[in-house]
């Protein structure tokens, strides 16, 4: 029998360590920090890009992950008023830092704003970034995901992703 060791792995599947999983209750504390769950810090080491995401809700990109996005990005054709319009969304109110010793990242009080963030967070793992969700908001996109999982497996499913 053949046992695959993590280098074929990640040859196969790409760079595992990058793939943010899981859910956590987590806290910002009253100057504005988060602490990034311990399982993600050395990821988010070298620094991070925090910025406004979908459904009201923040997205914090490892620099390598931010890089390559905004990479895709500069592609789009400057001539389209979406595209325009969604640069400014991602770019205009993003904000990068390092986190500190204790793994925390300051978020912007613009930011805590638009995503209603509060004491209390969700820090949802999402494939390349982290998402953090006012818990409120976090259970109301949840539900509606699970009543609607059938139709969205289908429409993924007609674009070959499932």
């Known amino acids: 029998m053949c046992h695959e060791n993590s280098l074929e792995i990640r040859a196969r599947w790409g760079d595992l360590e990058r793939m943010f999983l899981g859910r956590f209750g987590h806290t910002i504390d009253d100057k504005g920090r988060l602490t990034i769950p311990s399982k993600y810090r050395a990821d988010l080491a070298a620094g991070v890009v925090i910025t406004r995401g979908l459904d009201r809700c923040l997205y914090i990109y490892p620099q390598a992950e931010w890089k390559q996005l905004a990479e895709k990005i500069r592609q789009l054709p400057l001539t389209k008023k979406e595209a325009r319009a ?16 204790q793994g925390r990242i300051l978020i912007a009080a613009y930011l805590r704003e638009y995503a209603s963030l509060h004491d209390e967070v969700i820090v949802v793992g999402s494939h390349n970034r982290l998402e953090v969700w006012n818990p409120d908001a976090w259970q109301q996109d949840s539900s509606k995901l699970e009543q609607d999982v059938e139709a969205f497996a289908e429409q993924l499913g007609e674009l070959g992703v499932l």
């Open 86 to 101: 969604f640069v400014r969304f991602l770019f205009s109110e993003a904000a990068d830092g390092i986190p500190d010793k």
